[in-house]
């Protein structure tokens, strides 16, 4: 048994080597010339002269070998839904679609934008365009249409598949509309616009000679057999729109080779599913988690995945572990903010399910407090695993790989480097920070495979945005600052743009984040630091509290802001202490669970809080201006 330092270390100095074995976890029509290509740096090329094909080793390899083994579960609880795919199941319905496709002209390197509430259908678009060589773009189905309309350009799709609706809290939202305009808006509007109407928006507009009719093309196809179109490993599989959490969103452009085997090693040495298991994330599709460890990762691995379209709290605060118990999910994946809404529910619901098939559930996206960590940790008695990544690296770049060896998890830290990841951290000037020194995130290139390509279209801003913050060491920057402890393990300490300054003392938002969470009353927090004219920035914490007595008058209110403002005194010194603590009912996210610090900055500076399409709950933002006064 090899420690997790060597394997790590392998992966480094024998990369070829370490990556030639985990390139044999996925099928290949022929075999890789070259493992790997890094003559133009710093783009790379893995698996050289490889064919492959991701629909090929997701769906048609498992269905050939267990075809009545669960693939797809999708769960709607707005719908009262619920349908089992079978891999032979699935294969048949790809074909379907990818015959759709081919009907209407889809040709290899065409992109099809995907523009989907979380039905099964949407994983089917994904699958057939990677079925024929296809490049999707799935953009978030909640995004307005401007921000659909600044997409479909980049993009040029020639098709695009929506539905007529999506639903939330028990409501339809239409999407038909906001396509039209979208395409309205847009110089390169698609040919043709495929629709699944689920008569939730009943007699939506269609545009004649471009609108078609799933059903009615899916009967045309029933016996549909297209065979998969073998693509080169470093022929794009897909592009993704970054969060936007920081404004315009990079279309991050993925492979297929190197995609496929990156994702096929995570899932043993990181997610440790098993071909048979049941895995639950409770992404979306339109985010980097739902493309990898909804759709592609569970199923390269013979994973049944569930598409769950839904919020966690409707009917109850159960709903999830209803849905672990009913289908004995093993590998679960969400986000801290998910374990802090739950923080906010009777714990009840925690022990109504019988969880026993779960053995790990993972966390990303946001930094993940000491508290919230250790809290969900014993509530569900198994280990909860913090992993820290980005849209562009497609899979996490910092884990506890237990798969590999069952190192000891730290509370509030996303552990180790990843195995093929020559992660440091990284001064001003580019000298590499030491141990428990605060510092940038960088990655020594090459990437690894499964991680951005370049950004679609456009290579100069590939280099420009993420190699260019040194001249020297050139480094790939992931924009996060970190910090090391003795025994090698990091912590996210937060954005680079959001560290705070105070009286030239550089501290990260999730530094003060933690010490405010570390309070017993209160379940979320947002720290953002705020221009002051004496100590340069101020930070000032909006808090939202477990149960809204505590704040329930002035006096408490009072009471409770000069009591957490203590605890950031002895956790971090009074230079870390808010200037306020606001308490509020809900703070302001992005629709994937992150929180929009730099609106909440700029609101408590004057200025405009920026572009907001991607927020969860305009509300919040409106409280903040309640509470400031602006
Ligand atoms: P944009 O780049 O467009 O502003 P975004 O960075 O929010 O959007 P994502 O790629 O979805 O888009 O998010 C990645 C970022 O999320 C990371 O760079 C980091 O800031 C944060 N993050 C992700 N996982 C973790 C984690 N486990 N701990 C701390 N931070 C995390
Ligand atoms: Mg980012």
């Not at 509309?177 to 110089?187: F, K, M, Q, S, T």
């Not at 057999?225 to 969060?243: A, D, F, G, R």
Request: hydrophobic share 40%.
């Amino acid at each position: 048994m090899t420690t997790y330092k060597e394997f790590h270390k392998r992966s480094i100095e024998d990369r070829d080597g370490f990556w030639k074995e985990q390139s044999a976890l996925i099928d290949w029509h022929k075999a890789p010339e070259q493992i790997c290509d890094y003559s133009r740096p710093p783009f790379v090329k893995w698996f050289k002269g490889g064919e492959t094909n991701l629909c090929y080793n997701a769906v048609d390899r498992h269905a050939a070998k267990r075809p009545d083994d669960k693939a797809l579960i999708y769960i709607s609880t707005e719908t009262n839904e619920e349908v089992v795919y079978s891999f032979a199941q699935l294969q048949r319905e790809v074909e379907r679609m990818a015959a759709i496709y081919q009907d209407l002209g889809v040709k290899k390197g065409d992109r099809v934008l995907i523009y989907m509430p979380m039905i099964a259908e949407a994983a089917f678009a994904m699958l057939a365009c990677a079925r024929i060589g296809a490049i999707h773009s799935v953009v978030f189905g909640g995004f307005a249409s401007g921000s659909l309309a600044t997409r479909i350009d980049d993009a040029k799709p020639v098709l695009m598949v929506s539905s007529d609706a999506g639903m939330r809290n028990g409501k339809a939202v239409p999407y038909k509309h906001l396509v039209d305009e979208a395409c309205n808006i847009a110089e390169f509007p698609p040919r043709n616009v495929l629709i699944i109407d689920r008569g939730l928006d009943k007699g939506f507009p269609k545009v004649e000679g471009r609108d078609v009719d799933y059903a009615t093309l899916r009967a045309k196809h029933m016996d549909a057999q297209v065979p998969v179109t073998w693509v080169e490993s470093s022929e794009p599989s897909y592009i993704l729109y970054t969060s936007g959490t920081t404004g315009k969103p990079k279309g991050v452009q993925r492979d297929t080779g190197g995609y496929a085997v990156a994702l096929a090693a995570s899932m043993k040495h990181i997610f440790m599913g098993d071909a048979g298991e049941t895995m639950f994330s409770t992404s979306d599709i339109g985010w980097v988690v739902g493309h990898s460890y909804i759709v592609y990762g569970p199923l390269l691995a013979g994973v049944a995945t569930i598409m769950y379209e839904g919020t966690p709290l409707r009917p109850d605060a159960g709903v999830w572990w209803s849905i672990v118990e009913k289908y004995k999910v093993s590998v679960m994946f969400s986000a801290p903010t998910a374990v802090r809404v739950l923080k906010k529910q009777d714990p009840a619901f925690l022990k109504k399910y019988d969880l026993s098939s779960l053995k790990h559930l993972f966390l990303a996206g946001e930094p993940l407090d000491e508290t919230s960590h250790e809290w969900i940790m014993s509530e569900l008695g198994i280990p909860v695993i913090d992993n820290y990544w980005q849209t562009e690296t497609g899979w996490p770049i910092l884990a506890i790989c237990r798969g590999v060896e069952d190192s000891k998890i730290k509370l509030g830290s996303p552990a180790f480097p990843v195995y093929g990841y020559d992660l440091r951290l990284f001064r001003e000037d580019g000298s590499e920070a030491g141990a428990n020194e605060k510092g940038i995130v960088g990655i020594v290139p090459p990437l690894p495979p499964g991680c951005l390509s370049t950004v679609w279209g456009q290579d100069e801003r590939f280099v420009s945005t993420y190699f260019s913050t040194f001249a020297d060491p050139v480094i790939y920057s992931s924009s996060d600052w970190g910090i090391r402890d003795d025994n090698g393990y990091y912590t996210i300490l937060g954005r680079m743009d959001d560290v705070i300054n105070v009286a030239g003392h550089r501290l990260g938002t999730r530094e003060i984040e933690e010490a405010v969470q570390a309070h017993p009353a209160i379940a979320e927090v947002a720290v953002v630091g705020v221009a002051d004219s004496l100590k340069g920035q101020m930070p000032m914490a909006f808090a939202v509290v477990k149960d809204a007595a505590t704040v329930d008058t002035e006096e408490k209110r009072v009471a409770l802001e000069k009591d957490v403002m203590k605890k950031v005194d002895s956790m971090l010194g009074a230079i870390a202490r808010p200037g306020r603590v606001h308490f509020i009912a809900g703070l302001p996210k992005t629709r994937s669970g992150k929180l929009l610090r730099r609106s909440i900055q700029a609101l408590a500076e004057g200025r405009d809080p920026g572009d907001l399409t991607t927020i969860e709950d305009p509300t919040a933002l409106e409280q903040i201006r309640t509470v400031l006064g602006v």
